[in-house]
């Protein structure tokens, strides 16, 4: 079954631009999102989802009231809820794979046993802009494609992409929100930023860097983060790429030199050194080869708990 926008079948391919425009509801929600000032979010009762990592969760957690990613120029924030037992999954997307992500994020909502009880699924889309490469254009065109291929019926409430979420200065264009958070009480989307993005922000940064594909971070019936084990292979010419400067690292690095925020660069760095560290992450990061498991302590804050299986 289809995409729908206010009960109709969305007409595919249109940009988004398009898609809007025939659709004044979808207009405004982007107009309203756009126009609010970003919220700075704490880390109590928040999980942080990096690129290329996807969570789910339902108002029943007693742990988790908030989703939350940032950092997105090219990259889409994708949420999807059913409206029924407010099973949320919110993901970032950077276009990998974008074929075999949605199935992952549609499958993710459908594990929550009660979803067959009344209410719909609704997605929210945001991020992206006017990029010189038109990365944002395509990676908004593959996900209204593959989500509209999925047998469910599924309501498109938000999409503030691309060009819905771009402003220009000086002849360069930026996007205009680049994170989100959503309430899993509430249903509440709104701009967000993040001054803590763990648990083991570092090498959960390094599995996308090394190519790791779209992966599920969390737990739901543990309320636990499980992290790896992972496995990566070494970062090809990873000194060579220590020794560049900041417009070497943003030009060849990025999807979108202009447009980073400020701290991308060193993120990369850090990044690199990590990689360069370790190697071959196996039985150095995740001694036995087992998981390490997170879960929020009574301050709200993550805790490692002994490793898993």
């Not at 928040?46 to 789910?56: D, G, P, S």
């Not at 992409?161 to 002849?171: G, K, S």
């Amino acid at each position: 079954m289809p995409l729908l926008v206010e009960g109709r079948r969305v007409r595919l391919p249109q940009s988004a631009g398009d898609l809007v425009r025939a659709h004044p509801p979808l207009e405004e929600r982007a107009r309203l999102l756009r126009g609010q000032s970003v919220q700075q979010v704490g880390p109590q009762g928040l999980l942080y989802v990096q690129q290329r990592e996807l969570a789910v969760t339902s108002p029943k957690d007693g742990s988790i009231s908030i989703l939350g990613s940032d950092d997105a120029t090219t990259c889409h924030i994708v949420v999807l809820r059913h409206t029924g037992n407010g099973a949320t999954c919110l993901t970032h997307c950077d276009g990998t794979d974008t074929k075999a992500e949605v199935p992952l994020i549609m499958n993710s909502i459908k594990s929550f046993s009660d979803h067959a009880q009344c209410g719909r699924l609704e997605v929210h889309l945001v991020g992206g802009f006017n990029d010189d490469r038109q990365l944002s254009q395509k990676l908004t065109h593959q996900l209204l494609s593959e989500f509209d291929r999925q047998e469910d019926d599924i309501h498109l409430v938000t999409l503030c992409v691309t060009e819905l979420n771009d402003r220009e200065e000086n002849e360069n264009h930026f996007p205009i929100i680049y994170g989100i958070a959503v309430n899993i009480k509430t249903a509440e989307i709104y701009r967000a930023s993040f001054q803590d993005r763990g648990p083991e922000e570092q090498l959960r940064a390094a599995r996308a860097l090394a190519g790791g594909p779209m992966i599920s971070i969390y737990d739901a019936e543990t309320e636990q983060i499980r992290i790896g084990p992972y496995s990566w292979t070494p970062f090809p010419h990873v000194d060579f790429w220590l020794q560049q400067d900041d417009k070497q690292i943003l030009e060849n690095l990025s999807t979108s030199p202009l447009a980073e925020p400020p701290h991308f660069v060193e993120h990369i760095r850090s990044t690199l050194r990590f990689l360069k560290k370790y190697p071959s992450p196996t039985n150095t990061l995740f001694p036995g080869n087992k998981a390490l498991l997170y879960k929020k302590n009574e301050d709200g804050l993550w805790e490692k708990i002994s490793s898993g299986n």
